[in-house]
Protein backbone atom coordinates (compact mmCIF):
# COMPACT_ATOMS: atom_id res chain seq x y z
CA UNK A 1 0.00 0.00 0.00
CA UNK A 2 2.29 3.06 -0.76
CA UNK A 3 -0.81 6.18 0.03
CA UNK A 4 -2.43 5.36 3.03
CA UNK A 5 -5.43 7.75 3.31
CA UNK A 6 -4.40 10.76 5.27
CA UNK A 7 -0.10 11.50 4.32
CA UNK A 8 1.54 9.89 1.24
CA UNK A 9 3.26 7.13 3.27
CA UNK A 10 5.62 6.50 0.36
CA UNK A 11 6.70 10.18 -0.41
CA UNK A 12 6.79 10.61 3.65
CA UNK A 13 9.46 7.17 3.23
CA UNK A 14 11.55 9.17 0.64
CA UNK A 15 12.82 11.48 2.71
CA UNK A 16 13.74 9.31 5.62
CA UNK A 17 17.32 8.10 4.42
CA UNK A 18 17.38 5.86 7.02
CA UNK A 19 14.36 4.03 5.84
CA UNK A 20 16.76 2.94 2.79
CA UNK A 21 18.82 0.73 5.04
CA UNK A 22 19.19 -3.19 4.66
CA UNK A 23 19.45 -4.78 7.83
CA UNK A 24 20.11 -8.63 8.96
CA UNK A 25 20.90 -10.33 6.03
CA UNK A 26 19.56 -7.96 3.39
CA UNK A 27 16.12 -7.53 5.22
CA UNK A 28 14.44 -3.86 4.67
CA UNK A 29 14.38 -2.31 7.85
CA UNK A 30 11.07 -2.11 9.57
CA UNK A 31 11.52 0.53 12.34
CA UNK A 32 8.53 0.43 14.99
CA UNK A 33 10.89 2.38 17.99
CA UNK A 34 9.44 5.92 17.32
CA UNK A 35 7.95 6.15 20.51
CA UNK A 36 12.26 5.44 21.76
CA UNK A 37 13.06 8.32 19.71
CA UNK A 38 12.52 9.10 15.48
CA UNK A 39 13.89 9.13 12.30
CA UNK A 40 15.06 12.48 10.95
CA UNK A 41 14.28 13.28 7.70
CA UNK A 42 16.50 14.99 5.03
CA UNK A 43 14.69 18.78 5.39
CA UNK A 44 15.79 18.12 9.40
CA UNK A 45 19.73 17.00 8.76
CA UNK A 46 20.34 19.83 5.84
CA UNK A 47 18.88 22.77 8.69
CA UNK A 48 21.34 21.51 11.11
CA UNK A 49 24.10 20.85 8.68
CA UNK A 50 23.24 24.73 6.89
CA UNK A 51 23.43 26.09 10.60
CA UNK A 52 26.89 24.30 11.39
CA UNK A 53 28.12 25.43 7.70
CA UNK A 54 26.88 29.38 7.27
CA UNK A 55 24.91 30.18 10.39
CA UNK A 56 28.06 28.65 13.38
CA UNK A 57 28.55 31.42 16.34
CA UNK A 58 27.73 31.74 19.37
CA UNK A 59 23.89 33.17 19.86
CA UNK A 60 23.54 36.20 21.68
CA UNK A 61 27.21 36.80 21.92
CA UNK A 62 29.04 37.80 18.79
CA UNK A 63 28.47 41.43 17.57
CA UNK A 64 29.25 40.53 14.22
CA UNK A 65 27.13 38.90 11.46
CA UNK A 66 27.79 35.39 12.19
CA UNK A 67 26.13 36.09 15.51
CA UNK A 68 23.12 37.92 14.35
CA UNK A 69 22.45 35.11 11.86
CA UNK A 70 22.70 32.68 15.08
CA UNK A 71 20.29 34.16 17.56
CA UNK A 72 18.24 34.66 14.57
CA UNK A 73 18.24 31.02 13.90
CA UNK A 74 17.77 30.10 17.64
CA UNK A 75 15.00 33.04 18.09
CA UNK A 76 12.98 31.80 15.22
CA UNK A 77 12.68 28.74 16.11
CA UNK A 78 11.49 29.59 19.47
CA UNK A 79 8.95 31.78 17.73
CA UNK A 80 7.82 28.77 15.30
CA UNK A 81 7.41 26.66 18.52
CA UNK A 82 5.37 29.06 20.25
CA UNK A 83 3.15 29.04 17.32
CA UNK A 84 3.26 25.52 16.79
CA UNK A 85 1.47 24.91 21.15
CA UNK A 86 -0.21 28.20 20.93
CA UNK A 87 2.20 29.96 23.44
CA UNK A 88 4.10 33.09 23.17
CA UNK A 89 8.24 32.87 22.62
CA UNK A 90 8.76 34.00 25.77
CA UNK A 91 6.84 31.20 27.51
CA UNK A 92 9.24 28.91 25.25
CA UNK A 93 12.21 27.67 27.13
CA UNK A 94 15.14 25.26 24.98
CA UNK A 95 16.04 22.39 27.80
CA UNK A 96 18.58 19.51 26.84
CA UNK A 97 15.24 17.33 26.82
CA UNK A 98 12.11 16.35 28.54
CA UNK A 99 13.79 15.00 30.84
CA UNK A 100 15.88 18.01 32.07
CA UNK A 101 12.27 20.62 31.72
CA UNK A 102 10.50 18.77 34.00
CA UNK A 103 13.82 18.64 36.48
CA UNK A 104 14.27 22.42 35.43
CA UNK A 105 10.35 22.38 37.29
CA UNK A 106 10.63 20.13 39.76
CA UNK A 107 14.06 21.89 40.88
CA UNK A 108 12.33 25.41 40.37
CA UNK A 109 9.74 24.51 42.70
CA UNK A 110 12.55 23.45 45.70
CA UNK A 111 14.01 26.89 45.22
CA UNK A 112 13.30 30.12 46.81
CA UNK A 113 10.25 32.07 46.28
CA UNK A 114 6.30 32.29 46.03
CA UNK A 115 6.13 28.89 44.52
CA UNK A 116 8.77 27.26 47.18
CA UNK A 117 6.94 23.94 48.00
CA UNK A 118 6.52 23.78 52.18
CA UNK A 119 7.20 20.23 54.07
CA UNK A 120 3.53 18.57 54.51
CA UNK A 121 2.88 20.27 50.88
CA UNK A 122 1.59 17.19 48.06
CA UNK A 123 2.89 16.53 45.10
CA UNK A 124 0.45 14.29 42.47
CA UNK A 125 1.45 12.19 39.85
CA UNK A 126 0.47 8.61 38.27
CA UNK A 127 1.04 5.25 38.15
CA UNK A 128 1.18 5.54 34.05
CA UNK A 129 4.60 8.01 34.29
CA UNK A 130 7.86 7.25 32.23
CA UNK A 131 10.54 8.10 35.15
CA UNK A 132 11.17 11.27 33.82
CA UNK A 133 7.98 12.23 35.57
CA UNK A 134 8.22 10.30 38.36
CA UNK A 135 11.75 10.11 39.78
CA UNK A 136 11.86 14.33 40.13
CA UNK A 137 9.12 14.20 41.62
CA UNK A 138 10.27 12.03 44.30
CA UNK A 139 13.49 14.15 44.96
CA UNK A 140 11.62 17.18 45.22
CA UNK A 141 9.54 15.20 48.28
CA UNK A 142 12.92 14.38 49.74
CA UNK A 143 14.31 18.19 49.21
CA UNK A 144 11.22 19.42 50.88
CA UNK A 145 9.01 17.19 52.94
CA UNK A 146 6.17 17.12 50.89
CA UNK A 147 4.17 13.81 50.41
CA UNK A 148 3.97 11.88 47.16
CA UNK A 149 0.60 10.52 45.74
CA UNK A 150 -0.32 9.04 42.80
CA UNK A 151 -3.05 8.18 40.83
CA UNK A 152 -3.26 4.11 40.11
CA UNK A 153 -4.11 3.17 36.59
CA UNK A 154 -6.93 0.47 36.08
CA UNK A 155 -6.35 -2.93 34.87
CA UNK A 156 -6.98 -2.04 31.38
CA UNK A 157 -4.39 0.61 31.49
CA UNK A 158 -6.33 3.95 31.56
CA UNK A 159 -6.26 6.25 34.44
CA UNK A 160 -8.31 5.61 37.55
CA UNK A 161 -10.36 9.19 38.12
CA UNK A 162 -12.62 8.19 40.77
CA UNK A 163 -10.80 9.61 43.44
CA UNK A 164 -9.73 12.44 41.53
CA UNK A 165 -11.37 14.88 43.63
CA UNK A 166 -10.06 13.82 46.76
CA UNK A 167 -6.60 13.56 45.69
CA UNK A 168 -6.13 16.94 44.59
CA UNK A 169 -6.27 18.13 48.22
CA UNK A 170 -5.53 22.08 49.78
CA UNK A 171 -2.11 21.03 49.80
CA UNK A 172 -1.64 19.98 46.16
CA UNK A 173 1.32 21.99 44.63
CA UNK A 174 1.31 20.05 41.03
CA UNK A 175 -0.28 17.54 39.49
CA UNK A 176 2.62 16.41 37.08
CA UNK A 177 0.34 13.67 34.91
CA UNK A 178 1.79 12.13 31.02
CA UNK A 179 -0.32 13.27 27.81
CA UNK A 180 0.14 10.25 26.45
CA UNK A 181 1.66 6.81 27.65
CA UNK A 182 4.71 5.86 26.07
CA UNK A 183 3.61 1.97 26.74
CA UNK A 184 -0.01 1.39 26.96
CA UNK A 185 -0.90 4.58 24.32
CA UNK A 186 -3.61 6.04 26.76
CA UNK A 187 -4.05 9.58 26.82
CA UNK A 188 -5.80 10.58 29.97
CA UNK A 189 -7.70 13.46 30.01
CA UNK A 190 -5.70 16.30 30.79
CA UNK A 191 -7.30 18.82 30.67
CA UNK A 192 -10.05 18.12 33.07
CA UNK A 193 -7.54 17.09 35.27
CA UNK A 194 -6.05 20.26 34.46
CA UNK A 195 -9.53 22.16 35.21
CA UNK A 196 -9.85 20.14 38.55
CA UNK A 197 -6.21 21.12 40.16
CA UNK A 198 -6.69 24.49 39.47
CA UNK A 199 -9.94 24.58 41.14
CA UNK A 200 -7.93 23.82 44.48
CA UNK A 201 -5.16 25.89 43.35
CA UNK A 202 -2.94 23.56 42.18
CA UNK A 203 -0.41 23.81 39.17
CA UNK A 204 -0.45 21.00 36.24
CA UNK A 205 2.29 19.70 34.24
CA UNK A 206 2.07 17.78 31.08
CA UNK A 207 4.40 15.22 30.51
CA UNK A 208 4.30 15.95 26.42
CA UNK A 209 6.96 13.63 25.09
CA UNK A 210 4.86 11.32 23.33
CA UNK A 211 2.06 13.67 22.68
CA UNK A 212 3.59 16.61 20.84
CA UNK A 213 4.66 14.45 18.13
CA UNK A 214 1.68 12.66 17.16
CA UNK A 215 -1.69 15.35 17.74
CA UNK A 216 -1.98 18.06 17.64
CA UNK A 217 -1.56 20.00 21.26
CA UNK A 218 -2.72 23.57 21.93
CA UNK A 219 -1.47 24.59 25.80
CA UNK A 220 -4.09 27.18 25.86
CA UNK A 221 -6.82 24.50 25.27
CA UNK A 222 -5.19 21.67 27.64
CA UNK A 223 -5.23 24.73 30.23
CA UNK A 224 -1.71 23.31 31.33
CA UNK A 225 0.75 25.02 33.27
CA UNK A 226 3.69 23.14 31.93
CA UNK A 227 4.84 20.81 29.29
CA UNK A 228 7.93 19.24 29.06
CA UNK A 229 8.81 17.47 25.26
CA UNK A 230 11.81 16.21 23.57
CA UNK A 231 12.85 17.16 19.82
CA UNK A 232 14.49 13.98 19.11
CA UNK A 233 10.88 11.92 19.21
CA UNK A 234 9.45 14.67 16.77
CA UNK A 235 11.78 13.96 13.60
CA UNK A 236 14.74 17.09 15.09
CA UNK A 237 17.87 16.43 16.35
CA UNK A 238 18.94 15.36 19.86
CA UNK A 239 20.02 17.29 22.85
CA UNK A 240 17.37 19.76 22.67
CA UNK A 241 14.08 19.74 23.90
CA UNK A 242 11.15 22.45 25.00
CA UNK A 243 9.82 23.31 28.27
CA UNK A 244 6.75 25.65 28.10
CA UNK A 245 5.49 27.78 31.03
CA UNK A 246 3.06 30.08 31.64
CA UNK A 247 4.60 33.64 32.11
CA UNK A 248 3.78 34.55 35.00
CA UNK A 249 4.73 31.59 36.79
CA UNK A 250 8.09 31.63 34.65
CA UNK A 251 8.57 34.78 35.78
CA UNK A 252 8.55 33.71 39.98
CA UNK A 253 10.63 31.04 39.47
CA UNK A 254 14.16 31.00 39.97
CA UNK A 255 17.09 29.77 37.89
CA UNK A 256 17.57 25.89 37.76
CA UNK A 257 21.04 26.00 36.50
CA UNK A 258 23.19 29.21 36.44
CA UNK A 259 26.12 30.55 34.51
CA UNK A 260 26.95 32.73 31.74
CA UNK A 261 24.21 33.86 29.19
CA UNK A 262 21.61 33.99 31.59
CA UNK A 263 22.33 37.02 34.10
CA UNK A 264 21.81 40.55 34.53
CA UNK A 265 24.42 41.91 36.63
CA UNK A 266 27.19 39.91 38.41
CA UNK A 267 29.14 41.20 41.37
CA UNK A 268 31.78 38.89 43.36
CA UNK A 269 29.07 39.19 46.05
CA UNK A 270 26.56 38.06 44.01
CA UNK A 271 24.28 37.97 40.92
CA UNK A 272 20.59 39.13 39.37
CA UNK A 273 19.04 37.33 36.56
CA UNK A 274 17.91 37.98 33.39
CA UNK A 275 13.93 37.74 32.48
CA UNK A 276 12.94 34.34 31.36
CA UNK A 277 13.13 32.21 29.23
CA UNK A 278 16.65 33.25 29.21
CA UNK A 279 17.13 32.92 33.15
CA UNK A 280 16.84 29.16 32.45
CA UNK A 281 19.13 28.92 29.16
CA UNK A 282 22.55 29.19 30.91
CA UNK A 283 25.47 28.57 28.55
CA UNK A 284 26.08 28.81 24.77
CA UNK A 285 22.81 27.58 23.28
CA UNK A 286 21.80 24.49 20.47
CA UNK A 287 21.94 26.70 17.70
CA UNK A 288 21.74 24.05 15.30
CA UNK A 289 19.86 21.62 17.31
CA UNK A 290 17.09 24.88 17.57
CA UNK A 291 17.52 25.26 13.55
CA UNK A 292 17.06 21.15 13.03
CA UNK A 293 13.60 21.26 15.40
CA UNK A 294 12.33 24.62 13.63
CA UNK A 295 12.87 22.11 10.74
CA UNK A 296 11.04 19.26 12.24
CA UNK A 297 8.57 21.39 13.22
CA UNK A 298 7.68 22.79 9.72
CA UNK A 299 7.73 19.36 8.38
CA UNK A 300 5.26 18.41 10.55
CA UNK A 301 2.68 21.62 10.12
CA UNK A 302 3.53 20.51 6.35
CA UNK A 303 1.77 17.33 7.06
CA UNK A 304 -0.66 18.43 9.13
CA UNK A 305 -0.76 17.34 12.92
CA UNK A 306 -4.34 15.92 12.27
CA UNK A 307 -2.78 13.95 9.56
CA UNK A 308 -0.52 12.68 11.42
CA UNK A 309 -2.91 11.94 14.52
CA UNK A 310 -5.52 10.49 11.39
CA UNK A 311 -2.40 8.34 10.22
CA UNK A 312 -1.08 6.54 13.36
CA UNK A 313 -4.88 6.08 14.43
CA UNK A 314 -5.22 4.37 11.40
CA UNK A 315 -1.57 1.85 11.97
CA UNK A 316 -3.14 1.68 15.58
CA UNK A 317 -6.09 0.24 14.97
CA UNK A 318 -4.60 -2.26 12.17
CA UNK A 319 -1.91 -2.83 14.72
CA UNK A 320 -4.58 -3.87 17.72
CA UNK A 321 -6.76 -5.92 15.14
CA UNK A 322 -3.70 -7.73 14.46
CA UNK A 323 -2.37 -8.55 17.66
CA UNK A 324 -5.75 -9.27 18.81
CA UNK A 325 -6.22 -12.39 16.26
CA UNK A 326 -3.19 -14.06 17.68
CA UNK A 327 -2.96 -16.64 19.78
CA UNK A 328 -1.03 -16.09 23.18
CA UNK A 329 -0.63 -12.21 22.77
CA UNK A 330 -1.69 -10.06 25.52
CA UNK A 331 -1.68 -6.20 24.71
CA UNK A 332 -1.29 -3.88 27.26
CA UNK A 333 -3.77 -1.33 27.60
CA UNK A 334 -7.02 -0.36 26.10
CA UNK A 335 -7.71 -2.30 23.18
CA UNK A 336 -9.57 0.37 21.02
CA UNK A 337 -7.95 3.45 19.43
CA UNK A 338 -10.46 5.86 21.86
CA UNK A 339 -8.16 8.07 23.48
CA UNK A 340 -5.36 5.83 22.69
CA UNK A 341 -1.65 6.75 20.46
CA UNK A 342 -0.04 4.76 18.51
CA UNK A 343 1.85 2.86 21.66
CA UNK A 344 1.33 -1.20 21.69
CA UNK A 345 2.89 -2.79 24.25
CA UNK A 346 2.22 -6.84 24.54
CA UNK A 347 3.22 -9.64 26.08
CA UNK A 348 3.56 -13.01 24.15
CA UNK A 349 2.78 -16.06 26.20
CA UNK A 350 5.92 -18.38 26.99
CA UNK A 351 8.29 -15.80 25.48
CA UNK A 352 9.99 -13.48 27.42
CA UNK A 353 10.19 -9.82 25.38
CA UNK A 354 13.72 -10.04 25.04
CA UNK A 355 13.29 -13.07 22.93
CA UNK A 356 10.61 -11.45 21.11
CA UNK A 357 12.74 -8.33 19.91
CA UNK A 358 15.95 -10.74 19.24
CA UNK A 359 13.45 -12.77 17.09
CA UNK A 360 11.91 -9.54 15.37
CA UNK A 361 15.36 -7.44 14.62
CA UNK A 362 16.54 -11.00 13.07
CA UNK A 363 13.68 -10.23 10.59
CA UNK A 364 14.87 -6.61 10.44
CA UNK A 365 12.04 -5.02 12.61
CA UNK A 366 13.19 -2.91 15.42
CA UNK A 367 10.57 -2.75 18.53
CA UNK A 368 11.87 -1.87 22.30
CA UNK A 369 11.38 -4.57 24.82
CA UNK A 370 11.82 -4.54 28.72
CA UNK A 371 9.85 -2.08 30.84
CA UNK A 372 10.18 1.04 29.14
CA UNK A 373 11.06 3.60 31.46
CA UNK A 374 7.84 2.65 33.40
CA UNK A 375 8.47 -0.21 35.66
CA UNK A 376 5.45 0.47 38.58
CA UNK A 377 3.60 1.00 35.32
CA UNK A 378 4.56 -2.66 34.24
CA UNK A 379 3.99 -3.52 38.01
CA UNK A 380 0.49 -2.36 38.00
CA UNK A 381 -0.17 -3.77 34.73
CA UNK A 382 1.30 -7.33 36.24
CA UNK A 383 4.37 -7.51 33.65
CA UNK A 384 7.53 -7.58 34.61
CA UNK A 385 8.12 -6.20 30.92
CA UNK A 386 6.93 -6.26 27.65
CA UNK A 387 7.59 -5.78 23.94
CA UNK A 388 6.84 -2.32 22.67
CA UNK A 389 5.90 -1.06 18.77
CA UNK A 390 5.28 2.24 18.31
CA UNK A 391 4.35 4.11 15.05
CA UNK A 392 5.28 6.92 13.24
CA UNK A 393 4.17 9.11 10.10
CA UNK A 394 6.38 6.87 7.71
CA UNK A 395 5.12 3.66 8.66
CA UNK A 396 2.94 1.58 6.51
CA UNK A 397 -0.11 -0.97 7.01
CA UNK A 398 2.65 -3.71 5.52
CA UNK A 399 5.14 -3.59 8.21
CA UNK A 400 2.15 -3.90 10.69
CA UNK A 401 1.64 -7.34 9.05
CA UNK A 402 5.23 -7.90 9.04
CA UNK A 403 5.06 -6.91 13.15
CA UNK A 404 2.29 -9.53 13.53
CA UNK A 405 3.81 -12.33 11.17
CA UNK A 406 7.43 -11.86 13.15
CA UNK A 407 5.23 -12.40 16.42
CA UNK A 408 3.99 -15.83 15.14
CA UNK A 409 7.09 -16.88 13.87
CA UNK A 410 8.59 -16.42 17.41
CA UNK A 411 6.04 -18.07 18.69
CA UNK A 412 6.77 -21.16 16.24
CA UNK A 413 10.16 -20.71 16.85
CA UNK A 414 9.93 -20.72 20.76
CA UNK A 415 7.23 -23.35 20.30
CA UNK A 416 5.22 -21.35 22.50
CA UNK A 417 1.27 -20.63 21.37
C1 LIG B 1 6.36 9.73 28.21
C2 LIG B 1 7.82 10.11 28.22
N1 LIG B 1 8.22 11.07 29.03
C3 LIG B 1 9.50 11.47 29.08
C4 LIG B 1 10.45 10.87 28.30
C5 LIG B 1 11.87 11.32 28.41
O1 LIG B 1 12.32 11.85 27.19
P1 LIG B 1 13.87 12.19 27.04
O2 LIG B 1 14.61 10.94 27.33
O3 LIG B 1 14.00 12.65 25.63
O4 LIG B 1 14.14 13.28 28.02
C6 LIG B 1 10.08 9.83 27.44
C7 LIG B 1 11.10 9.12 26.63
O5 LIG B 1 10.96 7.98 26.28
C8 LIG B 1 8.72 9.46 27.39
O6 LIG B 1 8.32 8.47 26.58
Redesign the pocket.
Same mark, same amino acid.
Given at each position: MSTLGHLDVEAVRADFPALTRKVRNHRPLVYLDS?? &?SQKPVQVLDAVRSAYEQHNAAAHRGTHLLGEEATDLYEGARGKLASFLNADPGEIVFT??? &? *???NLVAYALSGPGRLQVQPGDEILITEM *? +????LVPWQQLCERTGATLRWLDVTPEGRLDLDHLDSMITGRTRIVAV &? +????VTGTIPPVAEIARAAHEKGSLVLA?????VPHQPVDVAALGVDFL???? +??MLGP?GI?VLFGRAELLEAMPPFLTGGSMIEVVRMEGSTFLPPPQRFEPGVPPIAEAAGLAAAVDYLNALGMSNVAAHEESLTAHALDALREIDGVRILGPDTTKDRGG?VAFEVDGVHPHDVGQVLDELGIAVRTGH +???WPLHRALGVQASTRATFYVYNTHDEVDALAAGIRYAQRFFRAG
Open positions: GA &TKNA &T *EAI *E +HHAN &T +HQSNDAAQSAFSA +HKYGA +HCA
